[in-house]
């Protein structure tokens, strides 16, 4: 097994495989600041204050966390520090508590090492800030390297870079270089599943257990992990005691428990704050009924033309905005779904498994009035998706028409979130 690994990371990337995956970063990460950045000065000042994006600064910001120096560097480390990234920097700063209320809800291990981070830079709001978008954006590099070493192992160097560029322009990529953990959880996930897939599965069992103290979905690594444990032990490279190192799974979600009632608070608080988030766990097959019963709705909302009447019950904001949300959505499910299909015969079955298991758990819980809320950032980390259509795309030699779609919902996405329009 440890030849096996040595074998696996000694031809893991070349250095000019290595630097490709970097400049992808770099280029598609500055494009996006650029973006956001003229998104926000367009979307500042006075006149702005009644605005909608206005109104959600003054509601949901906290300007101490994210906006630590003042002009002009905050015009700079700003715009990308919006909605759950002021959450986790809140979270950096002071901690859970014994009353953690809606704080429960973001897993500890990004801010934890926001925190640990931002210590070496003095523990200010600054150095958290700064230490987030060095986190963010380090796990983005390096959790391409292991998906470009995966993909490249099964499917070749073309369809490697091909799934790079395409899960670097996918607009849900975008919360991979904020202050969210989406990047570390890609990291974490895919470095557990390289693990496994050349027989490491100790060392893929903990990978998988940093993932789930980093995002609830970090759990389901266990049925991957299962799939490959079983073609190892069918061809004799593993012995039935490693099915142990499965175990591990879910130590990160019993570490968040136990540290939550360490603390004083209730150890299952994670679960028990999700419907002051608006969300009810109902299963993958409800999740998706609503999904599409929303899109529905916002279809015949835009189609009659007028906000009144509001045909969902309830609109929490303007009818024609929630309408459009839910028909985007709801595209990107479909999209989803339609990538899992393209999946049987483009990636390997524990692979494929993996992001199947991912997107069933993204819509299990829908949330009123988007059930589908967030489906955009959720599906981001599900590197096999990009995976197939990245095949597909290669078979139609189509990647610089799906990259240069990617990349224009990504632009799109970045100027919404500067100005403080609620995405996922």
């Not at 630097?19 to 598609?28: K, N, R, S």
């Not at 175990?247 to 002051?276: K, R, T």
């Not at 590197?383 to 259509?389: D, Q």
Request: proline residues 6%; hydrophobic residues 60%.
């Amino acid at each position: 097994m440890r030849q096996r690994l040595r074998a696996g990371l000694a031809t893991a990337l070349s250095k000019q495989e290595f630097l490709w995956v970097i400049a992808v970063v770099l280029i598609t990460r500055l494009v996006v600041w650029l973006v956001a950045t003229f998104a926000a000065l367009l979307t500042a000042g006075p006149e702005a204050a009644g605005s909608l994006g206005g109104l959600n600064a003054r509601r949901f910001d906290d300007p101490t966390l994210t906006h630590p120096f003042g002009d002009p560097l905050d015009l700079l480390l700003a715009p990308l520090a919006r909605w759950d990234a002021v959450w986790y920097l809140r979270i950096a700063d002071q901690g859970y508590g014994s009353a953690p209320g809606l704080k429960a809800a973001f897993f500890p291990l990004y801010p934890l090492l926001v925190r640990m981070l931002g210590e070496l830079g003095g523990g200010t709001p600054g150095a958290n800030l700064l230490a987030a978008y060095v986190l963010s954006l380090a796990a983005f590099c390096a959790g391409l390297c292991c998906v470009y070493a995966l993909v490249r192992r099964s499917s070749g160097n073309a369809i490697a870079k091909a799934t790079v560029l395409l899960m670097a322009v996918f607009p849900g990529s975008l919360w991979f270089g904020v202050p969210y953990a989406e990047s570390l959880f890609l990291l974490l996930s895919a470095a557990a599943l390289w693990c496994a897939a050349y027989g490491s599965l100790w060392l893929a069992g903990g990978l998988a257990a940093a993932a789930a103290a980093t995002r609830s979905l970090g759990v389901l690594l266990i049925v991957p992990l299962a799939l490959y444990w079983w073609r190892r032990r069918r061809v004799g490279e593993v012995s039935r005691a490693t099915l142990l190192s499965l175990l591990l799974c879910p130590l990160g979600l019993a570490a968040f428990a136990l540290g939550l009632w360490a603390g004083g608070a209730e150890p299952l608080a994670f679960a028990q704050i999700q419907s002051a988030w608006a969300r009810e766990t109902t299963g993958p097959v409800l999740g998706a009924w609503h999904g599409l019963a929303a899109a529905w709705l916002g279809l015949r909302q835009l189609a009659a033309g007028a906000r009144e009447p509001v045909f969902f019950g309830v609109a929490a904001g303007d009818p024609y905005r929630i309408a459009a949300m839910n028909l985007m959505l709801c595209g990107f499910l479909l999209l989803s779904l339609w990538a899992v299909l393209l999946s049987r015969r483009r990636v390997p079955l524990p692979l494929a498994a993996w992001s199947l298991a991912g997107l069933l758990f993204a819509i299990s819980a829908p949330a009123k009035p988007q059930p589908l809320m967030s489906m955009p950032r959720l599906v981001a980390v599900l590197f096999p998706l990009a995976w197939a259509v990245a095949a597909w795309a290669e078979e139609r030699r189509a990647v610089s028409v799906v990259a240069a779609c990617g990349a224009i919902g990504l632009g799109a996405f970045a100027a919404l979130y500067a100005g403080w329009s609620w995405l996922a």
